[in-house]
């Protein structure tokens, strides 16, 4: 156990359904990180957050929205799902700037 | 982003030593060295990460050339366990307003032979 608890392991759902993903980080990290792992497109960094704040985004689509609760935890919400969009979908935690991400074991998400 | 290279795959024999180069040329003062690897079906995980010293764990060691422009990961004595994609990444310490997403590349697939 990473430390990171990311819910659900699997998600099946149809096109055009919407979907959220919940993220709760390592206790005493302020920084939520999302990351899509496709087959064609390796790790692709989506957004980041820190205490409650966006901070940085990545190659997110307008498709999908993330935020971070005042508890710390982090939902990314997925919506108008394409057969693209069928991915890995990783959240890390850290502190900002030192040491290294902690990574939770991932959602996999299957649109059909 | 400053980039890291490294090679596409590797393959050692277990319990040998694993030798995993990282070419980063760009690489800024403030940048430190990451590695992660990636095992199969599951996350990323930290391995070891350094500045300009070089740096030893319980999972590996970090051989960072005085330049700063390259670095190796050293795996003791490789396991089985140990096959997975190995990723050589650059933080920065100091990124502006704390916006500091990694980004991999395509990273090293280590194949260890019995």
């Known amino acids: 156990d990473s430390g990171v608890t990311q819910t659900p392991k699997h998600l099946i759902t149809a096109t055009g359904q919407r979907v959220t993903l919940r993220c709760s980080p390592r206790s005493g990290d302020l920084s939520v990180y999302w990351y899509q792992q496709s087959l064609d497109q390796g790790l692709q960094f989506l957004i980041q957050y820190y205490n409650g704040e966006e901070r940085a985004k990545g190659n997110i689509l307008e498709r999908f929205s993330a935020q971070q609760f005042p508890d710390l935890h982090s939902e990314l919400n997925l919506s108008s799902l394409e057969l693209g969009d069928s991915a890995l979908y990783f959240c890390a935690s850290s502190v900002v700037g030192f040491g290294g991400y902690t990574f939770g074991s991932g959602t996999r998400l299957t649109v059909v | 982003d400053a980039k890291t290279t490294q090679p596409n795959s590797m393959e050692s024999n277990e319990e040998e030593p694993v030798h995993l180069p990282c070419n980063h040329s760009t690489i800024s003062g403030t940048d430190y060295i990451h590695w992660y690897r990636q095992l199969p079906s599951q996350g990323p995980e930290y391995v070891i990460h350094?500045?300009?010293s070089n740096v030893n764990n319980r999972m590996a060691s970090l051989a960072i050339a005085e330049d700063r422009k390259s670095s190796t990961l050293i795996l003791h004595r490789a396991t089985l366990r140990d096959a997975a994609v190995y990723y050589c990444?650059?933080?920065?310490?100091?990124?502006?307003?704390?916006?500091?997403?990694?980004?991999f590349g395509k990273g090293t697939h280590l194949i260890i032979q019995p």
């Open positions: 990444i650059l933080r920065d310490q100091y990124s502006g307003g704390g916006a500091d997403g990694l980004t």
């Open positions: 350094g500045l300009t």
